[in-house]
Structures are given as structure tokens and as C-alpha cells.
């Protein structure tokens, strides 16, 4: 049995790993932050500067009719002298804030607009804070909800929600966040597809829809394409390659849609694909990428159809061979400084690095 130290070990070959070449960065692809309308340096929920939050029952879960503003969450008060409320609803937004004001917070309602309607950038929000009791949104709980104070929203800031005049169209769910009142926009830039001829000309009836379970092993995809195909459903299978074995960068996806009617999975995250004429339009193909061995989850997008490639680079994958080479550098690497160690001991640390720490 080896005297050698297990830790040092696991230390040494992560050293090693480290400076070994890395695997090149992918290709700039829309992230899925701005594609919700999510600051790009943001994150999500406890994390986030502004958060795009979705409720049962709100938007995010089918669309409901438009209606005149609703009575606001219910406020409650901490005996600290905290306000504590849940997450509004889009039609709720308007009639929360006017209560926040009448308690004294700094509140104001950031309408959305289509692109065209709307020039501000977005950004100057609180990012996460050290302090958990400065966290809008708490962290831990029973569920989502936002807590206000000096502490989060501090003199200098607002609170603001942002509100769509045109929901249950366009981007889905309702964004919050804390900012300095001398940089609160104008309006939210709504960057949906499709949002502002929908507002011109109205919702089309999409046709018969075609229901179908989302795949999600490999094995399952030939008879879903055959029978799609016998439809008449443009549809396509692509895989995930390393980029030694794959030409193709992908591109071409349907990002979020203005009209609910035409995401392919209505709620959001539904198990369930809709295929009809808005889910799938002329120049379009529904495609379905194979997972990977480390990810086998069967991917589900609507490509343009003369972007449609057998295979898409994924940056993260190595080929056999490189991946055989990595770890041949690795070990010999690590035999290397084994045979340079004598003992095999862990190197001791110098005086001067003790008195550094």
C-alpha cells in the first residue's frame, strides 16, 4: 500500500488537468437569458438582477384572457417591519405597485413594448448581495416571494415590475428587480418573435394540431419521424458531434414567440409537442437532436429548414482520440512528478508561503 497522501494526488492530477490545452469556447449562440428577456449578466431567482418569474396559473402556464387590473397579492407585514408578498401576475402589477406606494416603498411599473417602441438597454440592477438579508427574493422558504425593506430596496433604489398592456402575448412572465431611481427605464424592450406584426394584424388560426409525447430516448425517434413525416410534418434528426467530426455550427432555431399558440410546447416545459401551422411554418423543419452518452436527453426545435445539418458541433465533446490524449498526457504527466517527488511525500511548505497565508 502506497504512503502517498490521497489528497495531494487528487490535487496534483487537477493541476495537471488545468493546465492542459482547453476545449475550444463554442460559437456565440443566443443564450437562454436573452432569449426570456433576462439581462444577459443576470441570473435567475435569488440570483438575479431582474427575474422573468412564471406562477401556476400565470402565462407561463397557458394563456389566459386579458382582463382590467386585479386586486394586488396580499401584503403582509414581518415584525421586523419587513413587507412580505408573493409573486405577482401580470394584471396584478399595476394595483401591487400603487400599494407599495401608499406604504411607502419605492415602487414603479416598466411597461413592456415591442422593440421598435423601446431603445433602453436594461441593466444598473442589484446584482446578488453578500448580506441574504439583502435578497429581494429570499432565499429558501416555502416557495417564491419577495420581501421589502431598507435592506432590500435601500434609499436610492426602486423596485420595479415590468407589465404588458398586450398580455397574454409577448414575453411571458413578469420581470422584477432592484435599481438606482436615477436609472429606472422608460420601458422593457420585448424581444419575442413575431410580436409586433401579431399586434398589427392579430392571432391567425393555427389549423389541425398534431400532439405528440416528447422523445426522450433514441430508440424512440425513427417511428415518431416516420409517423410525423406520413403527416405531411417537415421533420429532421440531428446529433451532437465533436467539432474533429462535425462541420456544422446549428443555427436557424425559432427563439420564444410572441403568440403562445406558436411555441411548440404550450405551458413551457410541457412533455407534450403541438405541431400545427404556427409551431412548425412553411420554411421550417421540426428537428431532433440525439443526445450525447454523458447527456442522452433528446433535444426539440424548429430550425429554418435550409439550416438543417446531420450533425451539430457540441464544444464540449471530445473525439475518442482526443479524449484518449488527454488522459495519455495526463498520466505521463503525473508519472513525470512522481519520479521527480524521491518519497513520494507531499512537498513541504516553504517559511515564507506559511507567513503569506
Not at 61 to 84: F, N, Q, V, W, Y
Not at 126 to 137: K, S
Not at 218 to 228: G, K, S, T
Not at 239 to 266: I, M, N, V, W
Request: hydrophobic content about 30%.
Amino acid at each position: 500500500m502506497s504512503s502517498r497522501p490521497h489528497g495531494f494526488e487528487d490535487r496534483l492530477k487537477a493541476a495537471l488537468l488545468a493546465r492542459l490545452p482547453e476545449t475550444p469556447a463554442p460559437a456565440p449562440v443566443r443564450s437562454r437569458a436573452r432569449r426570456y428577456g433576462i439581462p444577459l449578466a443576470v441570473g435567475v431567482a435569488t440570483a438575479a438582477v431582474v427575474a422573468v418569474m412564471g406562477l401556476p396559473g400565470s402565462s407561463l402556464h397557458g394563456p389566459r384572457p386579458a382582463k382590467g387590473p386585479t386586486d394586488a397579492p396580499e401584503i403582509r407585514k414581518d415584525p421586523d417591519g419587513s413587507l412580505r408578498f408573493d409573486l405577482p401576475e401580470n394584471d396584478q402589477v399595476p394595483s401591487l405597485v400603487e400599494r407599495l406606494k401608499e406604504l411607502g416603498v419605492q415602487a414603479v411599473v416598466v411597461p413592456k413594448r415591442p422593440q421598435s417602441q423601446c431603445s433602453e438597454l436594461g441593466g444598473g440592477y442589484r446584482g446578488p448581495q453578500a448580506d441574504p438579508e439583502a435578497e429581494i427574493m429570499p432565499r429558501g422558504g416555502d416557495g417564491p416571494f419577495l420581501k421589502v425593506n431598507a435592506k432590500t430596496v435601500p434609499p436610492g433604489y426602486t423596485l420595479t415590475f415590468t407589465w404588458s398592456e398586450y398580455y397574454p402575448l409577448g414575453e411571458q412572465g413578469v420581470g422584477f428587480g432592484v435599481i438606482e431611481t436615477s436609472k429606472v427605464p422608460s420601458c422593457s424592450m420585448d424581444q419575442s418573435e413575431g410580436l409586433e406584426e401579431l399586434l398589427k394584424s392579430g392571432s391567425k388560426d393555427p389549423g389541425p394540431t398534431i400532439e405528440v409525447p416528447r422523445p426522450t430516448k433514441a430508440d424512440e425517434l425513427p417511428e415518431l419521424v416516420r409517423r410525423l413525416q406520413a403527416q405531411g410534418v417537415s421533420v429532421a434528426v440531428t446529433e451532437k458531434k465533436p467539432q474533429s467530426e462535425c462541420p456544422h455550427l446549428g443555427g436557424g432555431y425559432r427563439g420564444p414567440q410572441a403568440d403562445p399558440e406558436a411555441e411548440l410546447t404550450f405551458p413551457r416545459g410541457s412533455s407534450t409537442l403541438r405541431i400545427n401551422a404556427k409551431t412548425v411554418p412553411p420554411g421550417y423543419t421540426l428537428v431532433f437532436t440525439k443526445g450525447t452518452p454523458s447527456n442522452p436527453y433528446i433535444g426539440a426545435g424548429v430550425q429554418e429548414t435550409s439550416k438543417v445539418t446531420p450533425c451539430q458541433i457540441d464544444f464540449s465533446l471530445l473525439s475518442p482520440e482526443e479524449e484518449a490524449k488527454r488522459k495519455a498526457d495526463m498520466d505521463r504527466a503525473l508519472q513525470e512528478l512522481r519520479e521527480r517527488g524521491g518519497t513520494g511525500s507531499e512537498p513541504p511548505v516553504s517559511p515564507s508561503r506559511t507567513r503569506a497565508r
